[in-house]
């Protein structure tokens, strides 16, 4: 059983363009939850996902960025003109159900905004 | 406001020292309290989980204990080797969200042969 993907795993970007990155979860889940990994920073919540569903946004910026995870295909999470401060890792879990399941995580995408 | 804080940020230890990570949390109402390994420029392998009912979780030479009235964990590495070197996280699922993960920054620890 394949864990979680994540592509692309690198992703430079010039400042006012916009990074898509994309997020494969392991086979049967259908909850998604996006985490950004600031540098020297923790890790941080910005989404939760279901098919077709947002659950919680709460730790998206509310301008530029957005996300979804359609009925086929992978969660995607988009980013709208990008700028330096949006350069970091953002990484991607997945889990069975919802609640406290196990949140399993990709790799993660690093994202350079030059 | 519901946080996370890890000691120490860093710590060097030479080979087969026994050593204690620790993590607080700012809020007794957890569900639960995870402990996870991040290699360089990877993504995150969960070690531990202990749900709030439980006082510690145990894998091979590793052992987490919780202490939810004290807000403290702490993660137990026995007979450290330098394939151990690694940022452990450790993480919560506070009460009010059944899901989020609240991280700490993290412990850099270095094994040294």
């Known amino acids: 059983n394949a864990g979680v993907m994540q592509n692309p795993r690198h992703l430079v970007r010039r400042r006012g363009q916009e990074a898509r990155l994309r997020c494969s979860p392991m086979?049967?889940?259908?909850?998604v939850y996006w985490y950004r990994q600031l540098p020297e920073e923790g890790l941080k919540f910005m989404v939760y996902l279901q098919k077709e569903n947002i659950i919680d946004e709460s730790g998206m910026p509310k301008e530029r960025f957005s996300a979804e995870f359609p009925k086929e295909g992978p969660s995607i999470l988009r980013i709208q003109q990008v700028v330096r401060g949006d350069s970091a890792a953002y990484f991607c879990?997945?889990?069975?159900?919802?609640?406290?399941?196990?949140?399993?995580f990709g790799p993660g995408t690093r994202l350079t905004v030059l | 406001k519901q946080e996370v804080t890890q000691i120490p940020a860093a710590l060097s230890v030479p080979e087969g020292e026994n050593l204690v990570l620790n993590c607080s949390f700012t809020?007794?109402?957890?569900?639960?309290l995870q402990w996870f390994r991040q290699d360089p420029g990877k993504g995150l392998t969960s070690l531990l989980l202990i749900q709030s009912s439980q006082r510690e979780q145990t894998s091979g030479r590793l052992n987490a204990s919780l202490d939810k009235s004290s807000g403290r964990s702490t993660l137990y590495i026995a007979a450290s080797q330098p394939g151990d070197s690694a940022t452990y996280l450790c993480a919560v699922i506070y009460g009010g969200s059944n899901y989020k993960l609240t991280f700490g920054k993290g412990t850099l620890l270095t094994v040294n042969p």
């Open positions: 879990a997945s889990s069975l159900g919802g609640t406290t399941d196990t949140q399993y």
């Open positions: 809020d007794s109402a957890i569900y639960n």
């Open positions: 086979k049967g889940h259908s909850h």
